[in-house]
């Protein structure tokens, strides 16, 4: 027997078939050797890191002077009865990475907390009967008050 031809005797015969089974589809036996994620949660991985965050701004002195000026003012409103309404923007830091991202909130002041230093509004989360805004993170308070008084 010549050494090419060593599967002569068999290479023209039926392929066998199972009785009782159909014949697996194209498509079927091609998925068989598709991709898998080898590395789970590679994806969400680098999509995290490809995530841009902002540094918190240090506000200058004058700001900071100014900030505490309308927030005194508000303070005097509400003891006054009035229920002041202001947007605000404050930063929230990252909860996975360094930095975060500004966030404006626009409601109705309920309370300043000068011990805490939080701000507590009328609207917002049920669960803390408001919502909670840490003073040193805010960065501008605007209000149509504000126009009129300062």
């Known amino acids: 027997m010549n050494e090419y ?41 680098i999509e995290e890191t490809g995530r841009i965050t902002e540094d ?6 004058h700001s900071q002077d100014e900030l505490n000026n309308k927030f005194m003012l ?36 309920k309370k300043i907390d000068s011990t805490l230093r939080t701000l507590l509004f009328y609207d917002g989360d049920k669960d803390l009967n408001g919502k909670l805004i840490d003073i040193g993170m805010i960065a501008s308070a605007e209000s149509d008050f504000f126009d009129k008084k300062m």
Not at 27 to 32: E, H, L, N, T
Not at 56 to 61: A, K, N, Q, T, V
């Open 5 to 45: 031809f060593l599967y002569n005797d068999i290479i023209d015969l039926p392929h066998h078939q199972a009785e009782g089974r159909r014949r697996m589809s194209l498509y079927d036996r091609a998925a068989q050797f598709s991709p898998f994620a080898a590395l789970s949660g590679y994806d969400e991985m």
């Open 56 to 61: 918190m701004i240090e506000l200058p002195e």
């Open 74 to 109: 508000l303070n005097a409103m509400i003891e006054a009865g009035y229920r002041p309404e202001i947007k605000v923007t404050y930063f929230v830091p990252d909860k996975t990475k360094a930095g975060g991202s500004y966030v404006s909130f626009k409601g109705d002041v």
